[in-house]
């Protein structure tokens, strides 16, 4: 066995985005090297990382490759073929263990582990084909939101059913096939809990966060949600749970809603440090990547403690990337960019966080000009 993980050991970690690029960024502060497994040459990961295999991730050949030059296995990006994992797996240890993988990669997977752990979730059937659909929509009602199982993220990958002749066009236009539909929650607040876990079953649990989407994107994290202590209870269990449940060794993210009546339903889960937890960089000793990378080398898991409360802002495609001269100059702004070289619409480029005193998070007119040049986007 490799722990803990010796100093000048290599991290190989798959996936060459920005949750790769602050990772490396954490592994390199505990003496760790990382090797990065990415499709493009000059990916954010691999920019501050010592090595890369640059290959498809289905690749055997690729994978084997990677594997044979680093000592442990991590992820940034969830989705390699369940092939590829196991080849993973049969070279070298993987953490999370590719079982966690295979079910936060599938919708109805994890929907049906959250579940059998007693864990609730917004009403879902299976979609297998167009029949089903029609069966599913009869049981659930609309509205209702119509998602590929697989290969979803910021809002790619679904479709909002209103009326029943939204039904076809949506079923036609979601690709790969299967599907879910999962009941329109009505929520109040989206919140989500970073906590990892280690080999011996000891978790550290980060705050409860409070999000805030624009066009399905996360546009803003507030630290810590302003939501009642008994949300908040329920929110810190769930997330404990999930990691239990799983038997985890790394690092899980798990995204709630908080609905009218005060009850929180898992949305997803996601085994890998999370775009919501940025903020610890900057808000807590330990952040979230610096907790990821200790929990996979078997170091000890230091509590998930907060110095400040914090907002942490997205820098999303062209327009906000353009502020980033104005961001510089801004007092109080804490700046991250992650080296993309082209701002497509939609794409992460950055984010900037902005502290503040602990249980003094202002209101959103407070936060709004708190943000200065980036504020105009915020809570639209
Ligand atoms: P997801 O890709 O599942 O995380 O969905 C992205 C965003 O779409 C979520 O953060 C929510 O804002 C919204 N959303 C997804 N599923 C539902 C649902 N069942 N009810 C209400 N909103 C949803």
């Not at 011996?200 to 546009?219: K, M, P, Q, V, Y």
């Amino acid at each position: 066995m490799i722990r803990p993980l010796p100093p000048n050991s290599t991290i190989g970690l798959v996936g060459g985005g920005q949750l790769g690029r602050m990772s490396a960024l954490a592994a390199a502060r505990l003496g760790y090297r990382c090797h990065i497994l990415t499709r493009e040459a000059d990916s954010p990961a691999r920019q501050v990382s010592m090595a890369a295999t640059i290959s498809d991730y289905h690749e055997p050949d690729g994978l084997r490759r990677f594997a044979d030059a680093v000592d442990v296995i991590t992820f940034e990006f969830e989705n390699v073929s369940a092939e590829g994992l196991d080849l993973l797996a049969s070279l070298k240890p993987v953490r999370p263990s590719p079982a966690i993988l295979r079910i936060s990669q599938d919708r109805v997977r994890e929907k049906n582990f959250l579940n059998r752990h007693g864990i609730a979730t917004a009403p879902w059937a299976p979609v297998e084909d167009f029949e089903a659909l029609g069966a599913a929509v009869q049981r659930i009602g609309l509205p209702a939101v119509l998602k590929t199982t697989r290969l979803g993220y910021d809002g790619k990958g679904q479709a909002m059913l209103r009326w029943p002749d939204d039904v076809r066009a949506a079923y036609d236009a979601l690709s790969p096939k299967p599907l879910i539909l999962e009941g329109l929650i009505d929520f109040f607040q989206e919140i989500s809990v970073v906590v990892a876990r280690g080999e011996d079953g000891t978790s550290s649990a980060f705050d409860t966060a409070e999000n805030r989407h624009r066009n399905h994107i996360l546009d803003v994290t507030l630290a810590p949600a302003r939501i009642p202590s008994s949300v908040d209870a329920q929110a810190q269990a769930i997330a404990r749970r999930v990691a239990d449940a799983l038997d985890l060794v790394g690092l899980l993210a798990v995204e709630m809603f908080v609905d009218r009546d005060g009850r929180v339903l898992v949305n997803e889960i996601a085994p890998r440090p999370h775009n919501s937890g940025h903020w610890t960089i900057d808000a807590c000793p330990a952040s979230q990547f610096e907790l990821h990378i200790r929990a996979i080398a078997g170091l000890p898991l230091p509590p998930a403690t907060r110095h400040s409360d914090a907002v942490m802002k997205n820098l999303v495609g062209p327009e906000e990337a353009a502020l980033w001269p104005t961001i510089l100059a801004a007092p109080g702004l804490i700046p991250h960019l992650y080296g993309k070289a082209e701002a497509r619409p939609g794409r992460k480029m950055g984010h900037v966080t902005r502290l503040f005193p602990k249980g003094s998070l202002p209101g959103d007119f407070g936060i709004a000009a708190a943000l200065g040049p980036v504020a105009p986007t915020v809570g639209r």
